[in-house]
């Protein structure tokens, strides 16, 4: 036996109060996960209230830019003062946050409640997966953490149908202020029902490393939407960006060396696991959160769907999710081997979306379906093997911390790949020659505009998005193949029966 590490205690010894725990937990985390897609097919509902087109993209940037740029922090609070008020203060901020975006009177007062409400949704990811580590022992854990991955992903697969759905019948701030009573609920359950761990280790909080790590988040996905902040991609404002991301990234790593609690501790990267994870969870997040909106509108702009009948096809997604998560839980479960799923799913992902990249605007809906259920499985497979991975190789007293750096490269590679996707999309349509009757911008029209054109043009518009997504799904297939490298890289390990 690892001596460095003790044998493991539940938090919670009653398993009936642990399965009551995690109930909580999920729906804490659905809530927050959620609005990461929610927004998608509200968005021109939004667009026409308020205005301002050109910032439509921020009021989903915000929240993953927010919320990735403090993953690390709550880990780290979570070692440092208890995973149990740090968890309550995420929920609370998210809460309030969501009730402030229900109200919010313009675009720049919406994008403002985003931040703030991203700012708890990061805190609330982060800490569910510590807690799931102080209740569940290592392979028990992979089973539930199968079902946290499906809570994460079957919420962004269902957000664009209920987003739409919510939006045309009680209006768009519905979808925030409808997280109020849910956010109610949880905070009493975990208030009762979550016991208060005191660390062992003097608290001391590294202020400097954290504000230098999110500083060089915020500037990396700043970087990603130059083009649609600056004009262009290299243009004086976005290469500044650029020098002032490096000079935070040197600096964090000259005072994470000198800190006595460093918000990421570097001796983590000496393990090629660590180090691999994280690779794997930046790639895993761009192909299967990043895609969720693209996948949307692929499905208005080559199919002619409404908002609604394309979301529909998540289903598809959610299901796939369903049997790959559940499966790779419980067969990790009983192997304790985590690196096989991995590598199968990433595999299906490259495969999947290299087939979507062949997709032409005439497709049957029944073979879309298919593929999107099969990328679902994907997904599925090998969401929950990283921070597994990560968890069972780090000290105890660092599981918070490298839990909430796997989980901020999941959340950054999607925002990364929001942007990446949307740049790709909008530079084929700039360079496509068409001269469609009753076109004058192809970039603006909605699926209301689309459906109204008559078919010949309706058709044209299709073929000319078709072929700006085989870039993009080409471009997603080579981020999951990546992922794979990686994947394959990593030491095939077995996970012990007891911590």
């Not at 026409?48 to 910032?55: A, D, H, I, V």
């Not at 393990?271 to 692929?298: E, R």
């Not at 790949?417 to 909008?426: F, R, T």
């Not at 085989?470 to 095939?492: D, E, P, V």
């Amino acid at each position: 036996m690892d001596m460095s590490k003790p044998a493991f205690q539940s938090l919670v010894s009653d398993p009936r109060q642990r399965l009551l725990l995690f109930f909580f937990l999920m729906l804490s985390l659905f809530m927050a996960t959620l609005d990461n897609q929610i927004v998608s097919t509200a968005l021109p509902t939004i667009v026409g209230e308020f205005g301002q087109m050109e910032r439509f993209g921020w009021i989903g940037s915000s929240y993953l830019l927010a919320s990735s740029a403090v993953m690390p922090i709550y880990g780290k609070l979570g070692d440092l003062f208890g995973r149990k008020y740090v968890m309550i203060a995420a929920i609370l901020l998210f809460t309030l946050g969501s009730l402030t975006c229900g109200m919010a009177w313009s675009m720049e007062s919406l994008i403002a409640a985003r931040v703030f409400q991203g700012i708890g949704g990061g805190g609330i990811m982060v800490s569910i997966f510590s807690v799931n580590a102080d209740l569940f022992e290592p392979r028990e854990r992979a089973k539930y953490q199968s079902y946290t991955s499906l809570v994460i992903m079957a919420s962004g697969s269902v957000g664009p149908l209920l987003g739409g759905t919510m939006s045309d019948l009680f209006g768009w701030r519905s979808i925030f202020l409808i997280n109020l009573p849910i956010g109610i609920v949880v905070l009493t359950g975990l208030a009762i029902l979550l016991p208060y761990r005191r660390p062992q280790r003097q608290p001391k909080i590294d202020y400097p490393g954290a504000i230098l790590l999110a500083a060089a988040i915020s500037c990396f996905v700043l970087f990603a939407d130059s083009r649609e902040l600056f004009g262009s991609i290299i243009s004086t404002e976005s290469l500044v960006v650029v020098f002032f991301c490096a000079a935070c990234i040197v600096a964090w790593v000259s005072v994470e060396r000198r800190a006595a609690e460093p918000i990421v501790p570097l001796r983590l990267f000496r393990d090629s696991t660590f180090t691999l994870s994280l690779v794997i969870s930046a790639a895993s997040g761009s192909v299967a959160i990043g895609m969720v909106n693209y996948f949307a509108l692929f499905l208005q702009t080559t199919a002619g769907l409404s908002p609604t009948a394309a979301g529909s096809f998540f289903i598809a997604v959610t299901v796939g999710l369903v049997v790959g998560s559940i499966s790779a839980g419980r067969l990790i479960a009983l192997s304790g081997r985590y690196k096989p799923f991995l590598v199968l799913g990433l595999s299906l992902n490259c495969l999947m979306l290299g087939i979507f990249s062949q997709l032409h605007a005439g497709t049957p809906l029944p073979v879309i379906a298919l593929i999107m259920l099969f990328q679902g499985l994907a997904v599925g497979f090998g969401q929950q093997a990283p921070i597994i991975a990560v968890q069972n190789t780090v000290p105890k007293g660092d599981i918070g911390t490298a839990t909430g750096t796997v989980t901020l490269m999941r959340m950054g590679g999607a925002a990364i790949a929001i942007s990446l996707y949307g740049a790709i999309i909008s530079a084929c349509l700039e360079g496509a020659a068409f001269n469609i009757p009753g076109v004058p911008d192809i970039r603006a029209l909605t699926p209301k505009l689309l459906a109204s054109l008559p078919e010949a043009a309706r058709l044209s518009v299709a073929d000319i998005y078709a072929a700006a997504f085989t870039n993009l799904f080409l471009t997603a297939s080579g981020i999951a193949a990546l992922g794979l490298a990686a994947a394959i890289a990593m030491k095939n390990v077995r996970l012990p029966f007891r911590g």
